[in-house]
């Protein structure tokens, strides 16, 4: 499927989770929350925005492959995640938020919400989503004072944010990720988050394998990987 022309008519379950990133004194850890969020069409409509803008940029938004599928991963709880009750999902939700923080090895990883949810695009089609939003400061003026305002996430920056999509197609959920950091230079400030912690992998997609290291991979390897794919496609190009 392609998201490029993706339209979501409503967020139905959403809950935010506070993630607290790793010291030199102390590993990364998640604050729980035990209550969905509640919140007004104005900022639904906010948050889908957000989502649609990332997703419907097809240069920064993959799919990728489910490499987890263990009885406790991301892809066992697509199958039954649309008949979770709000305890169960709020449960699930939790130990999800653990995962992130576990997935925190580095300390220069930051902190941030860490928010889950579900709803239904304008086809009918059920999604689920987890977005890791890190923290930001910003300034407003009320009568001629300037103001700071900490804490504050989503913004129209997208370096800030994470999107883990899952939509359902048939009886199957195919995964995507949003990540505007997703580059080879940042590559372990984004596998953290679709790799250790959402179970994915990107090897089965070209538009990503090829143009970024794999787990132990130098820059020389990288480009004698990518010279050899390129001669072993020339050769099946031409038998």
Not at 221 to 230: A, F, I, N, S, T
């Amino acid at each position: 499927m392609n998201l490029a022309k993706i339209k979501i008519k409503s967020i139905d379950r959403i809950i935010a989770h506070e993630i607290h990133p790793k010291t030199e004194q102390k590993d990364a850890y998640a604050k729980t929350s035990l209550n969905l969020l509640k919140f007004k069409q104005a900022e639904k409509k906010i948050l889908i925005d957000r989502i649609v803008e990332a997703l419907t940029n097809t240069s920064k938004t993959f799919k990728l492959d489910y490499e987890d599928k263990s009885s406790d991963s991301v892809f066992a709880l697509m199958s039954n995640i649309k008949s979770l009750k709000d305890p169960e999902y709020i449960k699930s939700s939790a130990s999800m938020a653990n995962d992130l923080a576990n997935a925190h090895f580095r300390t220069k990883i930051p902190g941030g919400y860490c928010l889950i949810g579900n709803g239904l695009t304008i086809d009918k089609q059920f999604f689920f989503f987890v977005i890791k939003a890190e923290l930001q400061e910003v300034f407003n003026i009320i009568y001629n004072e300037l103001h700071l305002i900490k804490d504050v996430f989503l913004s129209p920056a997208k370096d800030f944010y994470k999107i883990g999509f899952f939509i359902e197609i048939g009886n199957s959920f195919f995964p995507y990720m949003y990540d505007d950091q997703f580059s080879l230079q940042k590559k372990d400030l984004t596998e953290y988050f679709y790799g250790k912690f959402l179970g994915l992998t990107t090897d089965r997609n070209d538009t990503v394998s090829y143009t970024h290291l794999r787990a132990h991979e130098t820059v020389l390897d990288l480009v004698c990987r990518l010279l050899l794919e390129k001669k072993k496609k020339k050769y099946q190009h031409l038998h």
